[in-house]
């Protein structure tokens, strides 16, 4: 049998790819409105929570938590396929998503399913630099604060750095416990 996401899994593998909900549902091949009840813990189809996560995992999404039967899923979040190390990024034929930037302020903040101005009152910085930094942009200071922000409320970042391409890979957040 296949374990259904939690909802803050399926807010997170949707910012990764950073597409509206409109157009998550057409390409699950949903409606709309039961991925928004999927996102929002709200009663949904078995199977429609299990095309939600084959259309994330086609596009690369891992989708994560940990579990123990009879219980719920703990540590739930979402990142990029990513591989072991910088030593085997190269090999095979499989090619994984890289990001510019270490980490994914909008995926951070879909976990804690908040909206950007709630984040920026919560965190004390900016609308703008929020945005700017949910867009991969260095605000400077406002990172730091951002990111230790996000950890405080038990937001786990994930992924690794290539220092010979510059580039990320694995990026993506997890609940801490």
Known sequence: MRVP????????????????????????????????????????????????????????????GD???????????????????????ALGDTVFHTEATDISFRAARALLGKEQAEIAELSNIGVDAVKGLERGRDAGRSYA????????QGVVFTGWGDIATRRFYGVGVRWKS
């Open 5 to 64: 996401a939690p909802a803050a899994a399926l807010r997170v593998a949707r910012a990764l790819l950073n597409v509206s909900q409109q157009v998550a549902a057409e390409r699950a091949k949903i409606v709309q409105k039961s991925l928004s009840a999927a996102e929002n813990s709200k009663s949904v189809l078995l199977e429609t929570n299990l095309a939600l996560i084959d259309y994330y995992r086609a596009q690369g999404i891992v989708l994560l």
């Open 145 to 152: 604060i951002l990111r230790g922000w996000y950890e405080e």
């Open 67 to 89: 579990g123990v039967v009879g219980d719920q899923v703990r540590r739930s979040g979402a990142m990029w396929s990513a591989p072991e190390g910088p030593a085997t990024s």
